[in-house]
């Protein structure tokens, strides 16, 4: 008799524990037949759902819900925890231990902390080195190195080792004239690179390299990032430049906008262009030549256009006899200005 009574009481015992205790399942929204890789899989995704960085406006419930869904990973993945939760429950993991001691596994059973339930994330995603921001973790309050989350929670689940950041590039502004890049050039230039030798580097400039065209020396920069140097156009005396077109705007009097005119342009590799003007320039009027522009580096034997504007210059004053031979001009289709 009393060997059955105690049987009974040890029974209505472990039923209340089980009772008592959390539902790891229900944390991590798993059957109680799920697998190893399903709890890993439920885990990551709500450790994501709940954790403090995403969770600015509600940061003290997301805490308590991050260290309880860290707290069932732990028992869940664990063979032995896991059996002996599912035979009498939370309490049943503490029921020997008086909340800290060894249960009735031979194993020690924790209470989850936020540092214990930073690591445990830290180790499955395997790339964040900073604190868990208002978490108190012990590493700064850099949340999870600035990432940012989408609806996708499952994008985040392969991040690979560790890396760390890459130092910023440093760059160095590299100033050419606009005959310089239309025929290319070699530069040579001497660079000081803070705790390391001053070093000569040379730089092929290709005809046709545009501003903001980078070069880069890979690890030769500050701190061990890469060096660049960042091509720019210095102002050109009468050209201007348009992608791969250059524009010239000329000066003329309305006597050569009426009755044509030439051009000698000065091209940028020292030739000269002859332009010859024979309709008549109104104003807004653009003549093109085509494959007169800068070369197109990616575009071998190939060249813009070189597009021509025109200023008109206006007389200030008529004399009767010009003004006589203007309005002669509907009829003549010619006009003779002095």
Request: with cysteine; hydrophobic share 30%; aromatic share 10%.
């Amino acid at each position: 008799v009393s060997t059955q009574s105690t049987g009974l009481q040890q029974s209505i015992f472990n039923r209340r524990i089980m009772q008592a205790g959390k539902d790891y399942y229900a944390v991590l929204k798993v059957s109680k037949t799920a697998t190893p890789d399903e709890i890993k899989k439920a885990y990551k995704k709500m450790a994501l759902k709940w954790h403090p960085d995403r969770n600015p406006d509600n940061k003290k419930v997301a805490e308590e819900k991050f260290k309880e869904v860290a707290e069932a990973y732990e028992v869940l993945s664990d063979p032995k925890k896991r059996e002996i939760y599912d035979q009498y429950g939370e309490e049943g993991l503490k029921a020997g231990g008086g909340g800290g001691g060894a249960g009735p596994g031979g194993f020690e059973y924790r209470n989850m902390n936020d540092e214990q339930a930073r690591k445990i994330f830290e180790n499955l995603f395997g790339m964040f080195g900073g604190g868990m921001g208002g978490m108190g973790g012990q590493r700064g309050a850099q949340g999870m190195g600035g990432m940012q989350f989408d609806d996708d929670d499952f994008s985040f689940f392969n991040f690979g080792p560790r890396q760390r950041r890459k130092p910023e590039s440093t760059t160095i502004r590299l100033e050419l004239s606009l005959e310089e890049l239309f025929v290319g050039c070699t530069k040579k230039l001497k660079v000081h690179i803070e705790n390391s030798p001053d070093k000569t580097y040379t730089v092929d400039v290709k005809a046709g390299w545009k501003k903001g065209t980078k070069i880069r020396f890979p690890g030769e920069g500050e701190r061990g990032g890469d060096l660049v140097f960042m091509i720019d156009e210095k102002p050109h005396p009468y050209l201007k430049r348009d992608g791969n077109d250059l524009i010239y705007s000329a000066r003329i009097t309305l006597k050569q906008a009426l009755t044509g005119f030439n051009i000698s342009f000065p091209t940028l590799d020292g030739q000269s262009l002859k332009i010859e003007v024979r309709e008549v320039v109104k104003p807004g009027y653009v003549k093109v030549i085509p494959g007169a522009g800068m070369p197109i580096s990616k575009s071998p034997g190939q060249r813009g256009d070189l597009r021509v504007s025109f200023d008109i210059d206006f007389p200030d004053y008529l004399s009767q006899e010009q003004k006589t031979e203007s309005s002669k001009l509907s009829k003549t289709n010619h006009i003779q200005l002095n």
